[in-house]
């Protein structure tokens, strides 16, 4: 008998993380944990149950044509284990599209003791089988998630210390099980600071991270930074324009990310979906950049789907329309062309 095990091959993983940021595709985060799932489903006052879950995930992922702007989706952990109506796994769903599936581990957050108003992610804990789990279940990529607030007095160098530690740690295990990790250090928009703030915070928080990463011999060429844009905070008084906010970000990445990222993308953090994408064109209309500079929105890319679905099937092809609508109008700010014109096109 012929022996007709195959090897799987070894992924090399600065190709899978420069797959991910090719020059117009981005990454659809659709991670949300129970929690953050239920706030998302109680703004359009649906059920939030497992099969409701399950039938707006593959809402999305059987979008036809979403293969032509999103490179990955990045899954919440029971949803990687989901099936589509027909019995096809999700992460098998869209592979077969070309879509590279990953994989949320962090396992949210806690209070920071002796830090009010502070936050550490936690997860490391079994960490290392869980990520044998995923990558058996056809995960290519990880994602962590650190969450630094800014208010009176904080962040506080401990809480950038720590969470930083704690992504480098995330990093070099997911390196090690052969998935790329997307390493994700979240200064909030929430608050009233102004843009000044949050450069210095996002700045502190780049530069605390980069360290820890290479503390812990990460290999920078194998992951990608996922990040919030350098803009005021949601209350603050004196907004600024997309092209300030583009010229702030990539000015501070030019300072504290090393070159051999091969590439950053954005979260949306709370900015409407308008919002986000003008931004995110205005960053690309510069034109020098070391980097991709790319997309990894969750709620800038699905609001509009999940309230055209707001839970009933009859609304399912005008939600993927709109998802896939508002994937091709990221796409193109991606690249630098989006006008915004062509929302009422
Ligand atoms: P938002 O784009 O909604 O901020 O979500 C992105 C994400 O994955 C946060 O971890």
Redesign the pocket.
């Given at each position: 008998m012929l022996n007709l095990e195959i090897e799987m091959p070894v992924q090399d993983l600065n190709n899978v993380a420069r797959l991910l940021v090719p020059p117009s595709k981005g990454i659809l985060?659709a991670?949300e944990s129970l929690g953050t799932i239920q706030k998302r489903f109680d703004s359009v006052s649906i059920e939030n149950n497992k099969e409701n879950r399950r039938s707006y995930r593959e809402l999305l992922f059987s979008t036809p044509g979403l293969e032509e702007y999103i490179s990955g989706v990045?899954f919440f952990d029971e949803t990687i284990k989901q099936k589509d109506s027909n019995g096809k796994s999700f992460p098998q769903l869209l592979s077969e599209k070309g879509i590279m599936p990953g994989i949320k581990v962090d396992m949210g957050k806690i209070d920071l003791p002796n830090f009010p108003g502070e936050v550490i992610t936690e997860g490391l804990d079994g960490l290392s089988s869980r990520l044998k789990e995923y990558s058996s279940l056809g995960a290519v990529f990880t994602?962590w998630?650190a969450e630094i607030n800014i208010g009176d007095k904080i962040p506080s160098l401990n809480c950038i210390s720590t969470n930083s530690e704690a992504l480098a740690r995330f990093a070099a295990l997911s390196q090690e099980a052969g998935l790329v990790p997307m390493v994700?250090p979240?200064t909030m928009m929430k608050g009233n600071h102004d843009i000044d703030r949050a450069r210095e915070v996002t700045a502190s928080v780049l530069q605390n991270l980069f360290l820890k990463l290479k503390e812990h011999a990460v290999d920078f060429s194998k992951i990608i930074l996922k990040i919030n844009m350098v803009l005021p905070g949601k209350d603050c008084p004196s907004q600024v324009t997309p092209d300030v906010i583009a010229t702030e970000t990539v000015e501070l990445f030019k300072k504290f990310v090393p070159k051999e990222v091969p590439g950053i993308v954005f979260?949306?953090?709370?900015q409407t979906s308008v919002q986000a994408t003008e931004n995110l064109n205005a960053i690309n209309q510069i034109k020098d950049s070391p980097w991709p500079l790319s997309f990894?929105?969750?709620?800038?890319l699905q609001d509009e789907a999940l309230k055209v679905w707001a839970g009933n099937p009859n609304n399912k092809e005008l939600a993927q329309k709109a998802l896939l609508k508002r994937s091709k109008l990221v796409s193109l700010a991606r690249q630098g062309k989006y006008r915004k014109e062509m929302e009422n096109e």
């Open positions: 985060a991670d990045i994602k998630r994700e979240e979260l949306s953090g709370g990894s929105f969750g709620r800038a």
